[in-house]
């Protein structure tokens, strides 16, 4: 399990390293990310069994990882209560965008898979 947590850290890291050494607005542990699916779609094995253990332990304990950000509202709540309308229509139209967006590609990905099915 310790070579899965050093290659997801791995990847970090390169993705950290990226968006340091170009300035780019994405935070570092996204671009390792992104990375890291590259790397699995290009080598077509699909993830080690070392990766497939750190992340069957990360998705078991997911619910533990929004502590944190459960303790920033509450150190910020007198932000949230200031500025509850614009973080409210926030949330409520990044939502509306996301589950929009979800929808379509849903949508043309079940397009796409069909086609494939009568050929």
Known sequence: MLVGFLILLGFQLAGELFVVSLSLPVPGPVMGMLFMAVFLLVAKRGASEYL????????????????????????????????????????????????????????????????RGEK
């Not at 910020?76 to 926030?90: A, Q, S, Y």
Request: net charge positive; proline share 2%.
């Open 52 to 115: 497939r253990q750190v992340a069957d332990t990360l998705l078991t304990n997911l619910a533990l990882l929004f502590v944190p950000a459960g303790v920033g509202l509450m150190v910020h709540l007198d932000l949230l209560v200031r500025e509850w309308f614009v973080f409210g229509v926030t949330l409520v139209l990044s939502t509306a965008i996301t589950m929009g967006v979800t929808g379509w590609v849903l949508a043309r990905l079940m397009r796409r898979f069909e086609k």
